[in-house]
């Protein structure tokens, strides 16, 4: 399975253009991706710079025929005419798509700065050796203490669905026809923190009894320090460094072949990530 994760600035890259297409372009000069991890997809919001206000999820649907387009609203908020403004995350896989799972993340009033809605986007993909959780986020990014409740989130989220996986399948029909859950899981996404970061460390902590998830470039290259993935073209927002990465279940560690960081391109202010899994 390769898969692909990248923060897209709502397609609009270094140079102030904003073009779906070419994001599709360069994913696919990456690699032959099975499933595309998307974060800052928009629909409705014309006051992004560059953005014409169009429904991206539909278009990047549209750029990538083949393959299940999975989205993730985090913020949706009325607009001109009736019409829907939606910004969050998207996963496309031309793997089978099972069960998905959209879990909103705590929001708490915080005066202290702007922040908006977050969502971990959750799907189980068929990949050959099995089927697999993969799950993106793009966590808040001005407000540390949310930050901090939305990475406990996820970390419940991740020991419910293992505890679930060792359970026999619920059997039911219409929407309690559940099934199992796989044990093997990708996380993925713009965690808006450092590799060295506490917080992000957190995930790779047991959560109860439930092992914690393992840092995929870590796993492959334990002495070499991650990639930068953000500030690379601009450091308005600090020197390059990296906050973009893929965890994986600790069953998939000896199943990763390859994690790339792709350094050059300029289609987003983020750099996308490719990991292999075998």
């Known amino acids: 399975m390769k898969l692909i994760t990248w923060n897209i600035q709502w397609g609009r890259g270094m140079d102030g253009r904003v073009d779906l297409a070419r994001i ?4 696919r000069r990456i690699a032959d991706f099975d ?17 014409d206000g169009g429904d991206q999820f539909a278009e990047l649907a549209a750029l990538l025929p083949g393959y299940a387009a999975v989205e993730g609203i985090a913020v949706d908020l009325p607009g001109d005419g009736g019409r829907r403004r939606r910004f969050g995350s998207m996963i496309l896989s031309r793997l ?4 998905v799972l959209r879990h909103a993340l705590p929001w708490d009033a915080d005066s202290t700065t702007r922040n908006m809605p977050r969502i971990l986007l959750d799907i189980e993909v068929a990949a050959d050796f099995g089927p697999v959780r993969v799950m993106t986020t793009h966590l808040e990014y001005f407000s540390a203490p949310l930050r901090e409740k939305q990475v406990a989130a996820i970390r419940d989220i991740y020991r ?14 219409g929407p309690y026809e559940l099934g199992g859950m796989p044990a093997a899981t990708v996380l993925t996404g713009d965690f808006n923190m450092r ?12 959560v109860g009894d439930v092992q914690g998830l393992a840092d995929a470039w870590e796993s492959l290259h334990p002495d070499v320090a ?16 990296c906050c973009d990465f893929v965890l994986v279940s600790r069953d998939l560690v000896s199943r990763l072949t390859r994690i790339g960081y792709e350094t050059d391109t300029r289609a987003s202010d983020h750099q996308p990530v ?3 899994i075998l």
């Open 195 to 206: 590799p060295d970061d506490p917080v992000k460390r957190s995930l790779s902590e047991p």
């Open 96 to 99: 089978s798509v099972g069960r």
């Open 24 to 27: 599709v372009d360069e994913a």
């Open 274 to 276: 490719l990991v292999e």
């Open 35 to 51: 499933v595309l991890c998307l974060q800052e997809v928009a629909d409705g919001f014309s006051e992004l710079e560059g953005h």
């Open 226 to 241: 991650h990639p930068p993935s953000f500030c690379i073209a601009d450091q308005k927002y600090g020197e390059p460094h």
């Open 160 to 173: 419910l669905g293992m505890l679930r996986a060792r359970r026999p399948p619920q059997v039911g029909t």
